[in-house]
T-cell receptor
Framework: DAGVIQSPRHEVTEMGQEVTLRCKPI?????LFWYRQTMMRGLELLIY????????DSGMPEDRFSAKMPNASFSTLKIQPSEPRDSAVYFC????????????FGDGTRLSIL | GDSVTQMEGPVTLSEEAFLTINCTYT??????LFWYVQYPGEGLQLLLK?????DKGSNKGFEATYRKETTSFHLEKGSVQVSDSAVYFC????????????FGTGTQLKVEL
């Protein structure tokens, strides 16, 4: 089975630019999570969806960040405008809803804002 | 609130040494417990899990036992290899918590020849 697919794997852009990160969850999974990982703050949950509906976005750092899930097989995390402090590795994960199922992670997008 | 506490790293061991990474949790209900591993440059991979008290999760020579009385889920391996060098995360999901994982801060393991 294909795992969680994220794109791009690496993104380097200048501050002020719009950045869009993409995620395709595992087919049949109805939960989708976006995380950010940095050395200073570790792994942070930004937002998660259930059946394409955002459930908790309390981890989104500020209004410059937005996330959408237009259908069960695709989600985006957008940063506009980007700032150097947004540089991090962004992970997407998905899981089934029945039982306490583990999350399956993508390989991440390494974002560098210059 | 729910939380997971892991031992500070980095942990440095020689190859074939015994490994223990301590993990304790605080939860209001009955969580399922997980260990994830992150190799350099990769995402987190599920290593093992346990869903109820006294369950033992095991995979790739690693094991951990869900101890409700001590609220612990310590990770152990009898003989580590250089290829086990990675960051290990302990995590929990609370039943009815929306499949949301609560992670520990991670423990870096370095195994040397």
């Amino acid at each position: 089975d294909a795992g969680v697919i994220q794109s791009p794997r690496h993104e380097v852009t200048e501050m002020g630019q719009e950045v869009t990160l993409r995620c395709k969850p595992i087919s049949g999974h109805d939960y989708l999570f976006w995380y950010r990982q940095t050395m200073m703050r570790g792994l942070e949950l930004l937002i998660y969806f259930n059946n394409n509906v955002p459930i908790d976005d309390s981890g989104m750092p500020e209004d410059r960040f937005s996330a959408k899930m237009p259908n069960a097989s695709f989600s985006t995390l957008k940063i506009q405008p980007s700032e150097p402090r947004d540089s991090a590795v962004y992970f997407c994960a998905s899981s089934h809803s029945w039982g306490n199922q583990p999350q399956h992670f993508g390989d991440g997008t390494r974002l560098s804002i210059l | 609130g729910d939380s997971v506490t892991q031992m500070e790293g980095p942990v440095t061991l020689s190859e074939e040494a015994f490994l223990t990474i301590n993990c304790t949790y605080t939860a209001t209900g009955y969580p399922s417990l997980f260990w994830y591993v992150q190799y350099p440059g990769e995402g987190l991979q599920l290593l093992l899990k346990a869903t109820k008290a006294d369950d033992k999760g095991s995979n790739k020579g690693f094991e951990a036992t869900y101890r409700k009385e001590t609220t612990s889920f310590h990770l152990e391996k009898g003989s580590v290899q250089v290829s086990d060098s990675a960051v290990y995360f302990c995590a929990l999901i609370l039943t009815g918590g929306g499949n949301k994982l609560t992670f520990g801060t991670g423990t870096q393991l370095k195994v040397e020849l």
